[in-house]
Nanobody, 117 residues
């Protein structure tokens, strides 16, 4: 059983930055595709960014050029660096991890990001 724990959320002004972290328990983290999702109030949970076990990265169009996903396999951690934040980025951000070749995916509990002046 894998546990994912997000941290780094908070309140930031428009144009500001935050870095989210997601730490994973267990072994074989390097074989996981890791993703970030977000869910705004009253809306569905949407995919934001992904990084494969090979280090390839993908982003939803609305965050391209502003967000960067990265991973440190030695620390079992995936990051989401968020720059030039906008009020519409306000949401609960969730970490998701899935071992390559398997259907089982794991979720963290989420961390709140609020962008407001």
């Amino acid at each position: 059983q894998v546990q994912l724990v997000e941290s780094g959320g908070g309140l930031v002004q428009p144009g500001g930055s935050l870095r989210l972290s997601c730490g994973a328990s267990g072994s074989a983290f390097s074989t996981y595709t890791m993703k970030w999702y977000r869910q705004a109030p009253g809306k569905q949970r949407d995919w934001v960014a992904a990084i494969t076990s090979g280090g390839n990265t993908f982003y939803v169009d609305s965050v391209k050029g502003r967000f960067t996903i990265s991973r440190d396999n030695a620390k079992n951690t995936v990051y989401l660096q968020m720059n030039s934040l906008k009020p519409e980025d306000t949401a609960i951000y969730y970490c998701n991890g899935r071992p390559d070749g398997r259907s089982q995916a794991y979720w963290g509990q989420g961390t709140q990001v609020t962008v407001s002046s």
